[in-house]
């Protein structure tokens, strides 16, 4: 990262970019949330329709993950995709708005979390993991709101002024976000003190990550989850937070816990987890396959091994 400067930005650009987006929020919010959920969705068709190459890339993905599906079953999961995404604009801006109007029973129902949530009350560190699927936003927020103590890592925006209104959308309830490029020289103390610590953890780690299987391809993952587990014997427990229908509804799901024991004798500890953990968020997917950002770009690096053997009948022409 050190080896290229950052872009300097047009800050006048950035703001009016802000005003706009805040001006939005103001029309938005005379009108009640099933309204703009409603919109979204049409919003979202728009965009499977117009933007033909994250439309391809989903397209892609959706054909790789599940060959044994119909085309028409690929289309309609990916445009359903997009109007998820645009749907959790709003959930995101209004997710403030409704937690000082609606009771949490409300607006989700829990699956699974007793255990987590006991281990969480009891002080006992853990991390939590999830993807980018359904309202992934909320996983966390929820579970400040509960008093739990639970830290985020996140990427910043590239513009200050929106990330800065994000931010405190995000830590309204109370839960901390950490930036992503300083997360490092504060998990030990996170570690040791016993905290929640939150990733989203399908993101693509380049050619340094842990190849390891999901839905049936080699997916790079950052080593980052997988250390802190083994080191701290950290328990992990993975969850996904999933759209009922078209409303401000959800069900929040544990779908595994993976603890220190279950990997003591493994001889290659830090791969175990790593594919346990993409595993249990495969199985969250699979509940609904609609809700995931299929757009995104998982499976970008490919394995050395996977790359040579592609080279190989290229290569065996060449005399």
Not at 22 to 27: A, H, K, L
Not at 172 to 182: A, E, L, P, V, Y
Not at 197 to 218: C, E, N, P
């Amino acid at each position: 990262m050190g080896k290229h400067k950052d872009k300097k930005r047009n800050l006048l650009a950035d703001w009016l970019l802000y005003a706009g987006l805040r001006i939005v929020i103001v029309f938005l919010s005379m009108s009640s949330i099933q309204h703009n959920l409603q919109t979204a969705c049409l919003l979202g068709r728009l965009l499977w329709k117009h933007y033909g190459r994250g439309r391809q890339r989903a397209l892609d993905n959706l054909r790789a993950s599940f060959p044994e599906k119909s085309q028409e079953w690929h289309e309609s999961v990916g445009r359903r995709s997009f109007e998820q995404l645009a749907m959790l604009m709003i959930d995101v801006l209004f997710t403030p708005r409704i937690a000082k109007t609606y009771k949490w029973s409300e607006i989700a129902r829990f699956i699974n979390i007793d255990r987590p949530k006991q281990m969480m009350l009891d002080g006992r560190g853990l991390l939590l993991v999830t993807a980018h699927y359904g309202n992934f936003e909320l996983l966390g927020y929820l579970m400040a709101a509960f008093g739990l103590k639970i830290y985020s890592i996140a990427r910043p925006l590239d513009n200050k002024y929106i990330n800065n209104y994000l931010m405190g959308v995000r830590q309204h309830s109370g839960q901390k976000i950490i930036d992503k490029k300083g997360a490092s020289d504060l998990m030990e103390e996170i570690a040791v003190g016993g905290y929640t610590l939150g990733f989203i953890a399908d993101q693509d780690a380049g050619k340094k990550g842990v190849f390891v299987d999901f839905f049936g391809r080699k997916a790079s993952t950052y080593k980052s989850i997988g250390l802190l587990a083994v080191t701290y014997n950290m328990p992990i427990v993975v969850g996904v937070t999933r759209r009922v229908g078209n409303d401000f509804f959800f069900e929040a799901h544990c779908t595994r816990i993976i603890m220190p024991e279950e990997w003591a004798a493994k001889p290659d500890a830090l791969r175990w987890v790593t594919q346990e953990f993409n595993k249990a968020i495969e199985d969250g997917i699979r509940l609904d396959p609609t809700q995931y950002w299929w757009l995104h770009r998982r499976w970008k690096t490919r394995p050395k091994e996977e790359l040579a053997q592609a080279n190989k009948p290229a290569l065996a022409g060449v005399k």
